[in-house]
């Protein structure tokens, strides 16, 4: 009986071992280091991190900039462009301008050469109906003959004004 009571406080004393908490012995000095050292890579950790981030907000600056100083560019190019429109309109519209007169010119050239033909045939109607009857004396016979000449002189200036109007809008179109 003696050896199952010791061999019982053999057992139970080796299950107390067994099962009893381990203490550690801390050393101050070696968890203070190892702390040292962990606060500064967090401390690192913390600064590369910020240093991440603000490249990270420098390149989106740089590209919002790049992307409005672009947007200033393509805003530039449409101007320049509307005014380049613009420009050929306005030559446009004066190129129809100048051949729109240059035909009112034909039209009324054209007009004064047929008013003008018409005066002269009334003058020299006249004239032949005058000098049928008789009525007219030598000084008379000259003044209508130089009244012809003159109206036959008014055709032909109207007739090299057209053929000029005609050269002009033919050199429009």
Known sequence: MKIKLVLSAILLFSFHNYYAQETIVKDSSRTQAIDLTKQKDNEKELLEQQLK????ALKQQEAAAEKIEQAE????????EQDKLEKEKKKFEKEQRRIKNA???VEKYQNRIE???KNLEKMQAKYEKAKSKGKLSPVEIEKGNVDITKQQLKIKEAQEDLEKA???????N
């Open 53 to 56: 981030q603000q490249k990270q």
């Open 73 to 80: 560019k393509e805003a530039k190019k449409a101007e320049k």
């Open 103 to 105: 035909q009112e010119d």
């Open 115 to 117: 008013k003008e033909t």
């Open 166 to 172: 005609q050269k002009k809008l033919n050199k429009l």
